[in-house]
Antibody, heavy 123, light 106 residues
């Protein structure tokens, strides 16, 4: 059974950093791109970033470009989100999600989500 | 960026009702549209991808249709477990933007 488990969330002051991890199991990790999606309290979903199956291509929403970095370790079936210069508006539940299609096929979006990890940016 | 406009933002319905949610893209996304269901405090679940393909295990009362810029999610006969929020997402180009969501309430 496909399983994604996020970790690394917590309470952090504005301007500080946090690194999220997402451990995957139940499927062969390396052929699939991976995504991060966030949801601010009481708000809708916001796609944050995607990393290709081989780690070469990375895409970000404008609001996090230059501050967040997505990466992966295929040997450990894990995807990461390094978040620097955190802002109050980055407060959210962060979900990692598996790309539906394998390889670079992103047109079907995501199919499996983790349970999320909460990031609170507060002074 | 492609803007996704979802409507209505909320709908009140009863068990057995037919519910229709629409999603409009700001430009042509062909059929690269996905629908998710989310219940409070839980991660979203995939319902439909490719605008009209039901994900495995999703009941047949859910139906997705549309192409280009206009899309529809229809629940043919609302069941108690369907009271939730629903989101559309385009996967045509990055960033993969979401609609604002529709809350289906009793």
């Amino acid at each position: 059974q496909v399983h994604l488990v996020e970790s690394g969330g917590g309470v952090v002051q504005p301007g500080r950093s946090l690194r999220l991890s997402c451990a995957a199991s139940g499927f062969t990790f390396s052929p699939y791109a991976m995504h991060w999606v966030r949801q601010a309290p009481g708000k809708g979903l916001e796609w944050v970033a995607m990393i290709s199956f081989d780690g070469i291509n990375k895409y970000y929403v404008d609001s996090v470009k230059g501050r967040f970095t997505i990466s992966r370790d295929n040997s450990k079936s894990t995807v990461f989100l390094q978040m620097n210069s955190l802002r109050l508006e980055d407060t959210a539940v962060y979900y990692c999600a598996k790309n539906h299609g394998s390889g670079n096929y992103h047109y079907y979006g995501v199919d499996v989500w983790g349970q999320g990890t909460t990031v609170t940016v507060s002074s | 960026d492609i803007q996704m406009t979802q409507s209505p933002s909320s709908v009140s319905a009863s068990v057995g009702d037919r519910v229709t949610i629409t999603c409009r893209a700001s430009e042509d996304i062909k059929t690269w549209l996905t629908w998710f269901q989310q219940k409070p405090g839980k991660a979203p679940n995939l319902l439909i991808y490719g605008a009209g393909t039901l994900h495995v295990g999703v009941p047949s009362r859910f139906r997705g249709s549309g192409s280009g810029t206009d899309f529809t999610l229809t629940i043919s006969s609302l069941q108690p477990e369907d009271f939730a929020s629903y989101f559309c997402q385009q996967a045509s180009s990055f960033p993969h933007t979401f609609g604002q969501g529709t809350r289906v309430e009793i």
